[in-house]
């Protein structure tokens, strides 16, 4: 019994040292994990990738690539085909330039997860036609349209639908900071919507946030839009949620409601806006219930917002090439009388 018991010590003793540096040697070369593998990018590891792309091409649905800065920034166009995560040592340091042609990550899989990253210099930061994905925590900079870009089309059975965008920061983009985008959309097709867009802080955009006609059941809760040269929030769908955000300073509308309304904009602050809110609507549709919003300073009475409804002539409704434009009116009816502590991302 004593030499049994001896002869264990000695093992776990081998095992309590060899393990650690098991897991070290492992630190920048592919391991497996109950997820799938990981595959390394950039770093001086044995076995390391040179680029982004091949090692997504190596890679399969559940495996993880992890990108080093030590190579950055990494000139590339990454095309992701399957459900993997792709993640950066660091958002300020691990960059993926685009050199101002195509998109920096172009998403062809559902259930893809973007994170760690400084995407710059492409026509779009990321391209997504797909569902389920996740962007965390990115920084998408210097874009020539839009920093992240959800396109939905019937025709090519694309959807872009229940996608969760959070705690990025995009700033500089020549189109929209965040666009989800609809055409050619019919019947009981479900496109760009349930998507969750949550905790980003976007400024010095053309546009902040755009959710497009079709585009519905949408949550657009707990973002910084600030400085945009156009307009903060624009929505043309229906059933959209725009809460806990904080508007301002947008150098046309704060908030745009266009097309088909029923939108709840609740628990926001909207304030030094050109234009703080608008909307333009027919009068058959359902108006947008505006909610408990900080304007700016305390209301004693509702908050007017002023918009117009778009009718066809009354002296001759066949007439359709000649519509007529009324200005109407939606009322926020408790107006919150101070602002919502409002973070976006870091």
Known sequence: MKKCFAVGIIVLFIAVVINPVIAQNADRTSESTSN??????????????STIQDAVNDSFDGDIVFVYD????YYEYVVIPCAITL???????????GNHRGRNIDLRSDKVTITGFTLQNAENGIYIT???????????????????????????????????????????CEQDGIDIFVWQVSGAFSAGSNNMIINNTLTENHAGISIGREAGKNLVHGNIV???????????????????????NNGLYGIKLYGPCFNTIQNNNILSNDVDAYFYTTLIHFRSRWRENYWG???LLPKVIVGQNHIRDPIDPKNGDEPVDIISFEFDLHPASKPYDIGGSG
Do not use: C
Not at 36 to 49: K, R, S, T
Not at 87 to 97: L, Q, S, V
Not at 226 to 248: A, D, K, P, R, V
């Open 297 to 299: 300073r305390a209301y």
């Open 226 to 248: 600030m400085s945009s040269h156009l307009n903060g929030i624009s929505i043309s769908g229906s059933l959209n949620q725009i809460t806990m955000n904080h508007i301002e």
């Open 87 to 97: 993640m950066g040592e660091n958002k300020e340091t691990t960059i993926i330039d």
């Open 36 to 49: 799938g593998n990981w595959l390394y990018v950039g770093g001086n590891g044995a076995g390391n990738y």
């Open 130 to 172: 797909t569902n389920e994905n996740k962007i965390i925590g990115n920084n998408i900079l210097n874009h020539h349209h839009n920093g992240i870009y959800l396109r939905s089309n019937n025709e090519e059975t694309t959807s872009s639908s229940f996608n969760r965008i959070e705690n990025n920061f995009i700033s500089g």
């Open 70 to 73: 030590d190579s950055s920034p």
